[in-house]
Every structure is written in structure tokens, then in C-alpha cells.
């Protein structure tokens, strides 16, 4: 029974083994990630990037970003893009 309630809670919250946050492209330009809204905030997107872009004395510069999708207890996946600018 506990099982079953188990199985059950995971398939209606969605969050099994789902990652939060994704780092897909890394270049010395700049880098792009995505993470989901209820998971992290803009901010802590922001602060992500500004430590890869500190390695080569930059500093993070929000590009653009878009909803990638939604989701109705995780929020929204958005990706994030900065460059690395001096």
C-alpha cells in the first residue's frame, strides 16, 4: 500500500528523478541554461552565471530568455542566456 501511494504521488507531482536546473552550453562567450520557475529564480540564474563568467574576469550579462515550457506544479522551464562581457 505504501508503494502504490508512493508511486502515485510521484505520477501526479511530476518530480521522480526530474532535474531543476541544466547547464546546456558552455562557451567562452557566455553560457546558457534552463531551470524551472518554482525551482530557481532569475536571480540565482544571474549569480550562476557571473561565477562562470568571474573565471575569465567577466561579468554575466543577461541576453534573452524564453518559456521552453509549463508546467502546472513546477511552473515554467525557462531558458537563460548570458553573455560574458568585460
Not at 7 to 31: F, H, K, N, W, Y
Request: aromatic residues 6%; contains cysteine; hydrophobic residues 40%.
Amino acid at each position: 500500500m505504501r508503494r502504490a501511494i508512493l508511486l502515485l504521488s510521484i505520477a501526479l507531482c511530476g518530480c521522480a528523478a526530474d532535474d531543476q536546473m541544466r547547464v546546456l552550453d558552455t562557451t567562452p562567450e557566455g553560457i546558457e541554461l534552463w531551470a524551472w520557475t518554482k525551482a530557481y529564480s532569475q536571480q540565482a540564474m544571474t549569480d550562476m552565471a557571473q561565477q562562470y563568467c568571474q573565471r575569465e574576469g567577466r561579468n554575466a550579462q543577461l541576453k534573452d530568455s524564453e518559456v521552453a515550457e509549463k508546467h502546472l506544479v513546477k511552473g515554467s522551464r525557462v531558458v537563460y542566456r548570458f553573455n560574458c562581457v568585460r
